[in-house]
């Protein structure tokens, strides 16, 4: 489907926010954001997002929630960041309600190249079966294309239970737009101390043991841990030139999900 050029901006801001986000080159991005409408029309949002980081090998998403401790990011100053893509996010949710008439509970954007991709659907999540996170665990197989077998046995069910009884009775409004990937510096100052050829993370994605693949440990102890540091300045008006997306309020605050 079409998007008016107000939300076309939107996109553009959203995909900018994102990108200042990573502070290294990225492959793709998932974000999934959800409201349910509480008693009195109180609002509960949560938010999770991963990305791929670029690279020759394969690699493994990444929640983004992990960035400040694996970069040695400040937090303070890198969850402002995040609060004000969090009312971006809840601006676009209303935005879309108001132009196309159509309610929705759920979004998942995908941006992956120039190309950026968002859903939304109504789930009726306050009615749903599913929980928060059964719904994280969906996601990650889903959209993440963590395997199944990474699942516990029980995790396994849940999401098998969905593709076979809920998911064909969803019906999603898909938009597409080309964005180029912006060739800008990030707004959050970092150090990184990371490993070629491992992923950390990768374990903690797809298990809860954080075991290392067999893999992992052999690359490791073939190439040995090449160190980088870096620092990138950060600003504090990093966000002025994107007018479509401006804070606002969120009664109540949206809801930081990670794998921790």
Not at 20 to 44: G, M
Not at 102 to 130: G, H, M, W
Not at 208 to 213: C, L
Request: net charge neutral.
């Amino acid at each position: 489907m079409v998007s008016t050029s107000d939300m076309s901006k939107m996109y553009r801001g959203i995909h900018h926010q994102l990108s200042n986000l990573i502070p290294e080159k990225w492959e793709s991005i998932y974000l999934y954001a959800s409201v349910i409408k509480q008693i009195n029309n109180i609002e509960t949002w949560e938010m999770y997002f991963y990305y791929v980081p670029a690279g020759l090998l394969k690699k493994n998403p990444i929640n983004v929630y992990e960035i400040p401790n694996r970069f040695n990011v400040d937090e303070e100053e890198y969850l402002a960041l995040v609060d004000t893509l969090c009312h971006s996010i809840k601006k676009l949710h209303k935005e879309y309600q108001k132009t196309y008439q159509r309610s929705c509970t759920n979004l998942v954007i995908a941006i992956k190249d120039t190309q950026f991709l968002i859903e939304y659907n109504d789930d009726n999540l306050a009615k749903s079966k599913y929980n928060s996170n059964d719904r994280h665990l969906i996601f990650k197989h889903k959209y993440l294309n963590i395997p199944l077998q990474s699942f516990q046995i029980k995790e396994r069910r849940i999401i098998q239970s969905f593709l076979e009884n809920e998911e064909n009775k969803i019906e999603y409004d898909r938009y597409f737009e080309i964005i180029e990937k912006e060739q800008t510096r990030n707004y959050i100052e970092y150090e990184t101390d990371t490993v070629q050829g491992e992923d950390v993370y990768a374990s903690q994605l797809a298990t809860r043991d954080r075991k290392e693949s067999f893999f992992s440990i052999l690359f490791r102890k073939i190439f040995g841990k090449v160190r980088t540091k870096k620092r990138v300045r950060y600003e504090q008006n990093a966000l002025e030139g994107v007018n479509t997306i401006e804070p606002i309020k969120l009664e109540p605050s949206v809801q930081i999900i990670s794998d921790k």
